[in-house]
């Protein structure tokens, strides 16, 4: 079955990141706080020597950095990934630089760089979040060979243990890490795909009920239309008694008295299966019979109608179950084609064991660009008197029988509309 080329989609929306980074730069904003108190805090410290000008230096760049992003990105600013995963970087570059002024990997602040990782694992697709972390293990990595002491520490002996201690504290950073890039990413990967489903059950719930309620509304248009066709149908037999010696009228009136009882048996069966949707409920037939019949019927409810109809695919044809509401749908599109161009329509089915392919092509001007995309919208019509139900309930026949239906205009001129269905539902099993 073709299938049209998927577009690459962000795994979290611009709204959504552009939240996120609202309170990344508030928590930016309290982090500088509390490191230009520290820094004030170590000078009265004896055991610690810091730089307190490199730091302070590097503390007002960040602040600067700050407030030009804040300035740049308002709350109702929308947001990249990319630029939102730039953002995660700047703390950590800066983290990085602070880190190498007081004491690199021996400073206990060092498990700051923890939580850009938290972050971007948990709001970043995956292919960020392995970034970030490969980042921060190369700055942590760094640190440990090249920074700037802030401890006096004379420990005699001790000095090889105190070593082995801040390796161990590595090791456990470097573990840190990865747990969090896999499960993190994991949990991230469950949540949005519970949102993608939710999304999907909410937008199918609601096609459900147009469904139900067109389904609802049709049921009693049947009750209501078989009153009217029966006493059409009573007063053409008359006509026909009365005009009995007037052989072309009374040809003319039979073929009235035919479209009425295929109106009455299509309203009886609209009244008796309303509702039903399941294909079991129907017969067993062939593939090619059915379209032959299928075909045929359609003649008979359009005799004006010029139809050029192709059926023909594997032998033995495949046993199916009739589905009423497909039936239906392809008569929708077959009136379609029709009333575009009186003068011919195309129709060829061709199938395997597994995928049936229906193509109806009509011979008018074909689609616009506008109708192209809104053709299956429910309520969308360019006809004066059209309701734009029709291609929509094709659509959702075919989304409920697990196929697809496309509309494009033929390279010879005029509408096509082809049905790729799957047989696994309509199938009769052996």
Not at 90 to 112: A, E, K, R, W
Not at 117 to 132: D, E, K
Request: glycine fraction near 8%; charged fraction near 15%.
């Amino acid at each position: 079955m073709p299938h049209l080329p998927s577009a690459p989609v962000m795994l979290t929306d611009a709204p959504t990141l552009s939240r996120n980074l609202q309170r990344l730069l508030q928590m930016r904003s309290i982090l500088i706080l509390c490191q230009f108190a520290l820094v004030a805090l170590s000078q009265f410290v004896t055991e610690i020597r810091v730089g307190m000008w490199p730091l302070l230096t590097v503390i007002v760049a960040y602040s600067a950095v700050n407030m030009v992003s804040i300035r740049l990105y308002g709350p109702q600013s929308e947001i990249s990934e990319k630029a939102y995963f730039a953002q995660l970087m700047l703390d950590v570059v800066f983290l990085t630089v602070l880190m190498y002024f007081s004491g690199g990997y021996t400073n206990p602040f060092i498990s700051l760089y923890l939580f850009p990782m938290i972050i971007a694992g948990s709001t970043l697709p995956r292919f960020y979040a392995w970034l970030m972390g490969g980042s921060i293990l190369l700055g942590y990595s760094f640190l440990v060979f090249f920074y700037q002491p802030i401890f006096m520490m004379q420990m005699g002996n001790m000095g090889n243990g105190f070593h082995l201690h801040l390796v161990g504290m590595w090791l456990t950073f470097v573990l840190s890490v990865g747990l969090i890039v896999f499960f993190v990413m994991r949990m991230s990967d469950a949540l949005r795909e519970r949102e993608r489903r939710l999304a999907d059950m909410r937008e199918k719930a609601a096609r459900d009920e147009r469904i139900i309620a067109l389904g609802t509304q049709a049921a009693g248009a049947a009750h209501e239309v078989g009153t009217p066709l029966a006493t059409m149908a009573v007063m053409v037999r008359e006509l026909q008694h009365e005009w009995a010696d007037q052989k072309p009228l009374v040809l003319k009136l039979g073929i009235i008295r035919s479209q009425i009882d295929r109106c009455k048996e299509t309203m009886s069966r609209m009244s008796a299966s309303a509702g039903q949707f399941r294909a079991e409920a129907g017969r067993s037939i062939n593939i090619k019979s059915y379209f032959e019949g299928l075909f045929s019927d359609w003649k008979t409810l359009h005799p004006m109608a010029h139809l050029h109809a192709e059926a023909g695919g594997c032998d033995p044809a495949p046993v199916i179950v009739i589905d009423e509401t497909l039936t239906q749908a392809i008569h929708n599109v077959l009136n379609n084609a029709f009333e575009a161009s009186p003068q011919g329509v195309d129709a060829k089915a061709v199938w395997t064991p597994e995928l049936l392919q229906l193509e109806i092509r009509d011979h008018g001007r074909g689609l616009s660009e506008q109708v192209l995309l809104s053709a299956t919208e429910p309520f969308f019509t360019t006809k004066e008197s059209g309701q734009g139900l029709g291609l929509f309930l094709v659509q959702e026949v075919m989304r409920r029988l697990g196929g697809e239906v496309t509309f494009s205009n033929h390279a010879e001129g005029g509408a096509c509309v082809t049905f790729m269905l799957p047989l696994t539902k309509l199938v009769v099993k052996a």
